[in-house]
């Protein structure tokens, strides 16, 4: 258990270390990754509310009003 917490430590390190490397040496590809990842999220972001907005709506329709 102690060994598996150690590696799964060590790799983030690793990885976290492997970014920055990565971002220094290609800081504008980096910048550009970074913009579509925000431009992704947003938009799956807004998807979500307006089907959770229609899934509301149509439950709300189908109960009958006491």
């Known amino acids: 258990m102690v060994k598996s917490v150690g ?3 060590g790799g983030i390190f690793v990885g976290a270390v492997g970014a920055e490397i990565i971002r220094k040496k290609y800081p504008k590809a980096m ?3 970074y913009a579509k990842t925000c431009e992704i999220t947003s938009g799956v972001k807004e998807a979500f509310k307006k089907g959770y907005a229609s ?3 149509s439950q709300q329709a189908a ?3 006491v």
């Open 7 to 9: 590696i799964l430590i």
């Open 31 to 33: 910048n550009d990754l």
């Open 55 to 57: 899934a509301m709506q």
């Open 63 to 65: 109960e009958p009003s």
